[in-house]
């Protein structure tokens, strides 16, 4: 069976610590750059159980580890994949290029990391939570929440025009700059999902994703994006 990759946006483990002042190793930087770009379809684990994965009918298979560690793709394979993606011929088109985005050192980390989590999942598992301790926290945090957890979907400005959008045109996300809905509620929202508070059944429900603290900085980060107009339409 064809190994399908799907290398997407994503975050699950952010804790708010302080920033270190030295630079991170190639394999902890290559962890950095999986929470903020791969979890949301390959998952916090790098077992499939992304949220996009999980949750969008007929998403192709996201994982990245096996049940024992010790098999690896080829090096040389993996970051072929994640710099070409879907332009690929084996490779399903929903994996995003990243060779327009990622510089060479980065995908020479992110690389690393995939083939450590592959190899000995207790120590790459023990990077990605250094990485995420190390992420800033208030509305610099709920900035990264956003844009790897929301983004994918709501767009990088929350104007819901993201890459993921076109997935739900039956009840697509909302523009967010537009939302005149109180803090409170948009807190509800984000907490509990889309379908309890009636509003889409494709919002997830991030309260078991992520802390209080995360929940309340991305709603104070979303906040911060709407438009300096009066009006605008409820949602």
Same mark, same amino acid.
């Given at each position: ?11 699950p483990?952010f804790? &708010?610590?302080?920033?270190?002042? &030295?630079p +991170? ?5 290559? &962890?950095?750059?999986?929470?903020e770009?791969? &979890?949301?379809? @390959?998952?916090?684990? %790098? ?6 994965? *999980?949750?969008? +009918? ?7 580890? @096996?049940?024992?560690?010790g098999?690896?793709? +080829? ?9 070409? %993606?879907?332009? #690929? ?6 994996? +995003?290029p =990243? ?8 995908l020479?980390?992110?690389t690393h !990391?995939? *083939?450590? #989590? ?9 990077? #990605?939570?250094r990485?995420?301790?190390a992420l ?6 709920g900035?990264?929440? !956003?844009?790897?957890r929301c983004?994918?979907? $709501? ?10 959008a !076109? ?7 909302a523009d #967010? ?9 948009v807190?509800?929202?984000v907490?509990?999902?889309?379908a *309890?508070?009636?509003?889409s059944? $494709?919002?997830?429900? /991030?309260?078991t994703e992520l802390?209080? =603290? ?6 104070? /980060?979303?906040?911060t994006?709407?438009q ?8």
């Amino acid at each position: 069976m064809r190994r399908t990759w799907v290398i997407l946006g994503l975050f699950p483990f952010f804790a &708010a610590a302080a920033q270190t002042a &030295a630079p +991170p190793s190639p394999v902890l930087r290559g &962890a950095q750059i999986y929470l903020e770009r791969c &979890a949301l379809c @390959h998952g916090n684990y %790098g077992l499939g159980e992304g949220m996009l994965a *999980v949750r969008v +009918p007929d998403y192709p298979d996201t994982r990245l580890v @096996h049940d024992e560690d010790g098999y690896a793709t +080829p090096p040389d394979r993996i970051e072929e994949i994640i710099r070409r %993606g879907g332009m #690929l011929p084996d490779v399903d088109a929903r994996m +995003p290029p =990243f060779e327009y985005e990622l510089g060479t050192a980065e995908l020479e980390a992110i690389t690393h !990391f995939v *083939v450590l #989590l592959q190899v000995n999942r207790k120590r790459a598992y023990d990077r #990605l939570n250094r990485a995420a301790a190390a992420l800033p926290a208030d509305l610099q945090q709920g900035r990264r929440v !956003f844009e790897t957890r929301c983004a994918a979907c $709501h767009g990088r400005e929350g104007r819901g025009d993201g890459p993921r959008a !076109f997935l739900f045109r039956d009840a697509p996300p909302a523009d #967010l700059t537009a939302s005149r809905l109180d803090r409170d509620a948009v807190l509800s929202i984000v907490r509990e999902g889309g379908a *309890v508070v009636g509003r889409s059944p $494709h919002m997830p429900a /991030w309260k078991t994703e992520l802390t209080d =603290f995360e929940l309340r900085s991305v709603v104070d /980060w979303v906040m911060t994006r709407r438009q300096r107009t009066e009006g605008g339409r409820d949602g």
